[in-house]
T-cell receptor
Framework: AQSVTQLGSHVSVSEGALVLLRCNYS??????LFWYVQYPNQGLQLLLK??????LVKGINGFEAEFKKSETSFHLTKPSAHMSDAAEYFC????????????FGQGTRLTINP | NAGVTQTPKFRVLKTGQSMTLLCAQD?????MYWYRQDPGMGLRLIHY???????AKGEVPDGYNVSRLKKQNFLLGLESAAPSQTSVYFC??????????????FGPGTRLTVL
């Protein structure tokens, strides 16, 4: 079985500050991990994904995430927040087996303060 | 190339009514998925399909039925809507990936309210 826990349902940072969104996973098989972003009243857009090629993954809009097996974590970071980063962010886990169903965390709403 | 589209965008139903949500993709993807999104619960898988003519249950299938008669379309049906089915519904699709993990591409969602 697989599961994802996102620590913090709401995160608020100032414009220009570091963004850190936390994701911890549980998986009995090698995990593959995703971060998706959802802007208001829109669908989900892929930010980045970990597929075992490299532990530090770079995505769109300046975001990156590091896979740490020993900590079962896949935290999302961005060095300097922009107002346009305000959105909801979802971490998800899957495995290469079967239908590759995604298991999502509960989401973290990011607010950027001017 | 429209990607994944969903029809309708919004719908209000009364308890006991039925409706069908349509998902269409033009990327020739084999796999298609239906999720529901509820506040504080992320997205949960309702049903999925691994190819034309196939369907399977996900995490929360009760009260829903699906059909995949054509490769590009995946229909989600509510036979007798209940207020607990008030949610935002997302469809997703991806290529066949037996030896690699591929990205799921999401539609814009359908906001359903059941009174």
């Amino acid at each position: 079985a697989q599961s994802v826990t996102q620590l913090g349902s709401h995160v608020s940072v100032s414009e220009g500050a570091l963004v850190l969104l936390r994701c911890n996973y549980s998986s009995s098989v090698p995990p593959y991990l995703f971060w998706y972003v959802q802007y208001p009243n829109q669908g989900l857009q892929l930010l980045l994904k970990y597929t075992s090629a490299a532990t530090l993954v770079k995505g769109i809009n300046g975001f990156e995430a590091e896979f740490k097996k020993s900590e079962t974590s896949f935290h999302l970071t961005k060095p300097s927040a922009h107002m346009s980063d305000a959105a909801e962010y979802f971490c998800a886990v899957t495995s290469i087996q079967g239908a590759q169903k995604l298991v999502f965390g509960q989401g973290t709403r990011l607010t950027i303060n001017p | 190339n429209a990607g994944v589209t969903q029809t309708p965008k919004f719908r209000v139903l009364k308890t006991g009514q039925s409706m069908t949500l349509l998902c269409a993709q033009d990327m020739n993807h084999e796999y298609m998925y239906w999720y529901r999104q509820d506040p504080g619960m992320g997205l949960r898988l309702i049903h999925y399909s691994v190819g034309e003519g196939t369907t399977a249950k996900g995490e929360v299938p009760d009260g829903y039925n699906v059909s995949r008669l054509k490769k590009q379309n995946f229909l989600l049906g509510l036979e007798s809507a209940a207020p607990s089915q008030t949610s935002v519904y997302f469809c997703a699709s991806r290529r066949t990936g037996a030896s690699f993990v591929d990205t799921q591409y999401f539609g814009p969602g359908t906001r359903l309210t059941v009174l």
